[in-house]
């Protein structure tokens, strides 16, 4: 079973950056769409940003120009650096599989997620 853990979250002011990670275990990372998604506290989970297996990249219209999603196949890993952090974007990351912005498709396994919180 594929397990992903994220990690780089943490408390941190308005303005600040944070870069987090994402470890995919098996041989599947390589070939796939890759997301990161977030759910704040009483909101529905969305996808943030996603990175094709070519590194072609698409974003939320809220985080464009101000978050970045990279990969590294060897390291079967994800990233997503985030500046000018606001506090709209305090909510638990996640990194999975996903399809494109906007698809409703909900993978089945998650990790435990890294907590952002961004004070004003």
């Known amino acids: 079973q594929v397990q992903l853990v994220e990690s780089g979250g943490g408390l941190v002011q308005a303005g600040g950056s944070l870069r987090l990670s994402c470890v995919v275990s098996g041989n599947i990372f390589g070939i796939n769409t890759m997301g990161w998604y977030r759910q704040a506290p009483g909101k529905r989970r969305e996808l943030v940003a996603v990175?094709?297996?070519?590194?072609?990249?698409d974003y939320l219209d809220s985080v464009k120009g101000r978050f970045t999603i990279s990969r590294d196949n060897a390291k079967n890993t994800l990233y997503l650096q985030m500046n000018s952090l606001k506090p709209e974007d305090t909510a638990v990351y996640y990194c999975n599989f996903a399809l494109s912005m906007g698809s409703s498709y909900n993978p089945p396994v998650w990790g435990q997620g890294t907590q952002v919180t961004v004070s004003s």
């Open positions: 990175i094709t297996s070519r590194s072609g990249t």
